[in-house]
């Protein structure tokens, strides 16, 4: 059975390359296997039967297309074009500063979306046009926002880290909690390479002119349903009044009523957020459910446990396997997306790591190690060729030559890079918050 498990691996990647859906191919894997590996037909069927049932009876999962639809509400309430209008009126007269206030918008924006693709898709076609306008080059322009797009998932709450969660049973709560400062000097080391490369390429970027002190204030007042929104479903979590499903169940409430009261929000507009919800929704699920057939399997198959138990006796030091399986989800970031990524890896991984003594206790290091993934899977969004935030951005600007992107949106890769590297040596950056309110 352990030799199946194996083989199971090429097989998989056979099947991606056929262009199969991953969920498909995980599901094709799962079932197969389990149909070789169990020698009844009525385990066989009693197995699909419990793994079915058992990846869709987590009560976590329901937070996922509250999120969704908390996005979908603040696309239309207006909720993006008001904090990049208010991150432009304090930033837009700095050198660079345009590109800094789509970064700034895009964390405000992901601080209420939960998704990457979303805020890149919502914030470029708000701050695109806007850049344009100020002469800032197609490349740059498009790089910026699609580097500022990956703020979606790091920056709680994020759908990413739910999953995560739930397959490596830790606290959604605190997970959030913990992805709030390296989401902050993501957005702030995104803001210094904007500095740096208008500096190093001037012709890049033009200027805008100061907007008055009151016209700013005026800016900054029209932001305040996104600060209620994030300061009450973030912080009722954070402080335990609710749980984080009942947490975004409250979000979208509260962004139905501010897009309702704004009057963007009308019938046909409803119907559209709740049919693009459950659409996401069921994409998302179906991978989930592909994945949980095919993690049913190895953990049948013990290829976990047997992987975990060889990288132990080899001796080799923690932070070399820490520093090797980040390089792995670095380079196959850029070829799958990052749901697929953490479904397909996390049941193989996570024991592998956990066996291994990195000197804080397992929560601790589970939370860690979470971030540091979602960090690198993060990083292929928008690693060329195949990063998703890359292409989407592009599509919204198909005037701008590809190469071009690819070219300015290495700044961007490199410090992410730079700050990676920094939270796998100081682990207390990201688990301070933890040790404040939790001791």
């Known amino acids: 059975m352990l030799e199946l498990g194996y083989w199971s691996f090429p097989v998989l990647l056979f099947i991606i390359f056929l262009r199969a859906p991953i969920g498909l191919a995980m ?4 079932i197969g296997g389990l149909y070789l590996a169990l020698d009844s037909p009525i385990m066989f069927m009693a197995k699909l039967k419990s793994e079915t049932y058992s990846t869709f009876s987590n009560y976590s999962l329901t937070v996922i297309p509250m999120f969704l639809l908390m ?40 601080a209420i979306c939960g998704s990457s693709l979303a805020t890149a898709a919502t914030m470029g076609r708000v701050a695109l046009p806007e850049l344009r306008r100020y002469g800032y080059s197609g490349g740059f322009a498009t790089a910026t926002l699609a580097a500022g797009g990956t703020l979606g998932i790091l920056i709680p709450p994020s759908v990413i880290l739910v999953i995560y969660a739930i397959l490596t049973e830790q606290n959604i709560a605190k997970l959030f909690l913990a992805a709030f400062i390296p989401g902050i000097l993501a957005a702030i080391g995104y803001m210094i390479t904007v500095s740096i490369y208008v500096r190093v390429h001037p012709d890049a970027a033009g200027r805008r002119e100061p907007v008055p002190f009151a016209q700013r204030l005026a800016a900054l007042v029209d932001v305040w349903p996104v600060v209620m929104v994030f300061g009450v479903v973030v912080g009722g979590i954070y402080w ?3 749980t984080p499903t009942e947490g975004a169940a409250v979000g979208v409430t509260g962004t139905g009523l501010v897009a309702l009261f704004s009057g963007n929000m009308n019938w046909k507009l409803f119907k559209q957020a709740i049919i693009s919800t459950a659409t996401s929704t069921a994409m998302i699920f179906f991978i989930v459910l592909g994945a949980g057939f095919y993690n049913g399997f190895l953990a049948l198959s013990q290829v976990p446990q047997e992987l975990s138990s060889w990288v132990v006796s080899q001796g080799y030091s923690p932070m070399i396997v820490l520093a090797l399986i980040l390089a792995f989800y670095l380079v196959f970031g850029c070829l799958m997306d990052s749901l697929s990524m953490i479904l397909l890896t996390i049941p193989i991984f996570f024991p592998v790591v956990t066996a291994l003594d990195f000197g804080m206790t397992p929560e601790h290091f589970a939370i860690w190690f979470g971030i540091l993934v979602l960090i690198v899977v993060e990083v292929g969004l928008i690693t060329p060729p195949v990063g998703m935030n890359l292409f989407i951005i592009n599509a919204l600007d198909p005037k701008t030559r590809m190469i071009d992107t690819y070219k300015a949106v290495i700044w961007f890769v490199t410090s992410d890079l730079i700050r990676v590297i920094i939270l796998v040596l100081f682990p207390f950056i990201t688990l301070f918050p933890l040790y404040w309110l939790y001791g």
């Open 27 to 30: 599901m094709l894997c799962g």
């Open 71 to 110: 996005g979908q509400f603040a696309t239309l309430s207006g909720m993006s074009n008001s904090l990049f209008k208010a991150a432009e009126s304090w930033l837009g007269h700095l050198r660079g500063g345009v590109a800094m206030a789509g970064i700034g918008g895009c964390a405000g924006f992901g």
């Open 240 to 242: 335990g009044w609710f």
